[in-house]
């Protein structure tokens, strides 16, 4: 158990430009979130899979947020044309069903 | 939005003291789990209390929940300045998805 992974830990990117953030959660955990924290604030829950399907989304989610998890197994949240407003931390985080949450050290966006 | 408030925002104590948050809640729940974050890291899970459960003890810390007053508390006993962190709860109606609060910013001094 190696742990819930995300890459990069740091992406400075500027306005416009489309984001690709990877999760690799715990092996065996079949639930896997996405969550955006910024300064000061609790994680903000953005979306929800069990295996490969995608069960839940917030509806504070634009448009140009799009998470996918082949087979799943790993995920990837994709933020198109940036916006200075997604600067933030996005954490990842997996569990087995009616268990806690394992985070990942999350990766934080600046948005130039 | 985030479904829990935590209180005080900011606490301040001496090593040895006991420190309390507390969180508030809107909903009714299945479980309320506490959360400990390091600066820049991710949150790490430290004690999940179901909604049936009035108090829980894990090694230095307790847990009690007042579901008429949809409230809950954690009490960190002879604190350590390794305990400085921010403090989240969690809740929970279906077991699928997770609320967090706007978090109690703990500092210890040494």
């Known amino acids: 158990d190696t742990g819930v992974s995300q890459d990069p830990r740091h992406k400075i990117t500027k306005r416009g430009q489309n984001v690709t953030f990877r999760c690799d959660p715990i092996?065996?955990?079949?639930?896997l979130y996405w969550y955006r924290q910024t300064l000061g604030q609790g994680p903000e829950f953005l979306t929800y899979f069990q295996n490969e399907a995608q069960l839940e989304k917030s509806r504070l989610l634009s448009d140009r947020f799009s998470a996918e998890r082949p087979k799943g197994s790993f995920s990837t949240l994709e933020i198109q044309r940036t916006e200075q407003g997604d600067s933030a931390m996005y954490l990842c985080a997996s569990s087995e069903a009616n268990s806690p949450l394992h985070f990942g050290n999350g990766t934080r966006l600046t948005v130039t | 939005s985030q479904q829990g408030e935590e209180d005080p925002q900011a606490l301040s104590i001496q090593e040895g003291e006991n420190a309390t948050m507390n969180c508030s809640y809107k909903?009714?729940?299945?479980?309320l789990q506490w959360y400990r974050q390091n600066s820049g890291r991710g949150l790490v899970h430290l004690i999940l209390?179901?909604?049936?459960?009035r108090e829980k003890h894990s090694g230095r810390l307790r847990v009690t929940l007042d579901t008429s007053k949809k409230s809950s508390s954690l009490l960190i006993t002879a604190s350590r300045a390794a305990d400085t962190a921010s403090y989240f709860c969690a809740t929970t109606s279906t077991g699928n998805q997770f609320y967090f609060g706007t978090g109690t910013s703990l500092t210890v001094i040494p």
């Open positions: 909903t009714s729940i299945n479980n």
């Open positions: 092996s065996e955990h079949n639930r």
């Open positions: 209390i179901r909604s049936n459960e």
